[in-house]
């Protein structure tokens, strides 16, 4: 899951230029300081802004603003590179749930992690139900009776009786 964005020199923005680079993050701040001088900043001009942003991770988008800050932004990327691919997962099914307003509130996201289970290709109740009585054996059904279990009825239950969330990762449930 990467973090893109583009930064542009502001004050040649203002004189009418589009002076800016690409920025995939994470990136070394000694990289990042020849980006700034490479758009010019430094010289005679001073500010930045970032005007574009690109993320494959849903709801991203609308913490990074124009004036968001830079360290703040590479420290989010870099947890988010330091995910394992199950957690990078969990992390974006979470992101589909929850408005973060902030990259603060998206750090506590990655921090309560371990609070969620993402239980992957179940996204409806039937499978929600098939998958607590067969897979995770929470009920025993008599084998001359499965035919006839409600596998739907019994999976919104649960999904009544607990924080269960459906996306487009699968099943969602928060254990906090």
């Known amino acids: 899951m990467s973090i893109e964005i583009f930064l ?51 709801g991203m988008r609308e913490v990074i603003g124009e004036f968001t800050s830079l360290a703040a932004l590479n420290e989010l990327a870099e947890m988010v590179d330091e995910l394992s691919a199950d957690r990078e997962e969990v992390f974006a099914a979470v992101m589909e749930t929850e408005s973060c307003g902030s990259i603060e509130e998206v750090k506590e996201v990655i921090e309560q992690l371990d609070d969620f289970d993402l239980l992957a290709g179940v996204d409806d109740d039937e499978a929600l139900g098939f998958a607590y009585a ?43």
């Open 8 to 58: 542009t020199n502001l004050g040649k923005y203002n004189e009418g230029y589009l002076v800016g680079k690409w920025v995939n993050l994470p990136v070394p701040l000694d990289k990042l300081d020849k980006v700034l001088a490479e758009i010019g900043i430094g010289e005679r001009c001073e500010e930045y802004f970032i005007t574009d942003c690109e993320t494959s991770c849903s």
């Open 134 to 176: 067969e897979e995770y054996g929470c009920i025993t059904i008599p084998d001359h009776l499965r035919n006839y279990f409600d596998y739907e009825a019994y999976g919104r239950d649960i999904r009544l009786e607990g924080n269960i969330t459906y996306t487009t990762y699968g099943c969602l449930v928060d254990n906090r």
